[in-house]
Nanobody
């Protein structure tokens, strides 16, 4: 069974920080490109950060410089450190591998992040 469980969301003030965690069920995580996505109400889910199997990271322009993706293959976990949060970061955040995500497999419920004063 493939699952990715995102947690750590909450309500934070603008300028604040949160760290999201992802629990992953698949084996051989090191072979996959780990990614974080988010979805705002009424919009499509978008990829915002990815960490490939070779260690390369990439970010959406909207979060570059503020968010940091990391992964722990041995513990089957991934993280998203979010700093300098803005109201426009309010969304449901999901974790998945790019490989499974592109096949629409493994989507969990996500975790809600609300940035509001």
């Amino acid at each position: 069974q493939v699952y990715f469980v995102a947690s750590g969301g909450g309500v934070v003030q603008p300028g604040g920080s949160l760290t999201l965690s992802c629990e992953i069920s698949i084996r051989g995580l090191s072979l996959y490109s780990m990614a974080w996505y988010r979805q705002e109400p009424g919009k499509q889910r978008e990829l915002i950060a990815a960490a490939t199997s070779s260690g390369t990271t990439r970010y959406a322009d909207s979060v570059r410089g503020r968010f940091t993706i990391s992964r722990n293959n041995a513990e089957n976990k991934a993280y998203l450190q979010m700093n300098a949060l803005k109201s426009e970061d309010t969304a449901v955040y999901f974790c998945n591998t790019e490989e499974y995500g592109s096949q629409d497999v493994g989507w969990g419920q996500g975790t809600q992040v609300t940035v509001s004063s």
